[in-house]
């Protein structure tokens, strides 16, 4: 449940591309996935979750892929906007463990240059 | 405004005073949480209230002290701090038994000198 971590510390991307912000984690007993966005100054907010009987789940610009074999989560955002700007989080909840805790990674920032 | 609300934005404070963190949440929430975020480092879960219960208090240190007088209001009551509690301590709220859409404020940014 501590395992959660990111790939890449920072990603800049063009204005228009698609961003592609990667997850690890290694508790396969995980079966709840959530990825959060934090801007400067402010709290994270909820963006999308994913349950681990599921492999891919959209939502407006962004969709999360889950790969249990691998224990990879992803978030992709399409045609990246300079207000997607922020850290974004991948957040674990382990099915044995409290409905109220969850296992934030340290976050990658997105940097999305005009 | 994401519905919930924390005071103050910043603190400062010396070793050996004594201050407190408010949260109030406009949701009608009945789940409220305290985390720690740290530079570097990933969100710490501290408290979490369920229904005014406290439901988890994953070992911190007594010279915080959470208080949940009722399903809208949260305190965090701060004594004797360390300079490493510096930090933000961010406020969430949520129903119930559902933690996965947590609402957060925007946080308390604590200076402990």
């Known amino acids: 449940g501590e395992s959660v971590g990111l790939h890449l510390p920072t990603l800049s991307v063009q204005e228009g591309d698609n961003s592609i912000i990667n997850c690890a984690y290694s508790?396969?007993?995980?079966?709840?996935f959530i990825w959060y966005k934090q801007e400067s100054g402010k709290g994270p907010q909820f963006i999308i979750d994913i349950r681990s009987n599921m492999d891919k789940r959209q939502g407006q610009r962004v969709t999360v892929l889950l790969n249990k074999t691998v224990k990879h989560l992803s978030l992709q955002i399409a045609a990246t906007q300079p207000g997607d700007s922020a850290v974004y989080f991948c957040?674990?909840?382990?099915?044995?463990?409290?409905?109220?805790?969850?296992?934030f990674g340290k976050g990658t920032l997105l940097t999305v240059n005009p | 405004e994401t519905g919930v609300t924390q005071t103050p934005r910043h603190l400062v404070m010396g070793m050996t005073n004594k201050k407190s963190l408010k949260c109030e949440q406009h949701?009608?929430?009945?789940?409220m949480y305290w985390y720690k975020q740290s530079a570097k480092k990933p969100l710490e879960l501290m408290f979490v209230?369920?229904?005014?219960?406290?439901?988890e208090n994953n070992s911190v240190p007594s010279r915080f002290s959470p208080e949940c007088p009722n399903s809208s209001h949260l305190f965090l009551h701060l004594h004797t701090l360390q300079p490493e509690d510096s930090a933000l301590y961010l406020c969430?709220?949520?129903?119930?038994?559902?933690?996965?859409?947590?609402?957060f404020g925007e946080g308390s940014r604590l200076t402990v000198l």
């Open positions: 969430a709220s949520s129903q119930a038994g559902v933690a996965g859409e947590l609402f």
């Open positions: 508790n396969s007993a995980s079966d709840y």
């Open positions: 957040a674990e909840k382990n099915s044995g463990g409290s409905n109220y805790k969850l296992t």
């Open positions: 209230y369920s229904l005014e219960e406290r439901v």
């Open positions: 949701l009608g929430h009945n789940a």
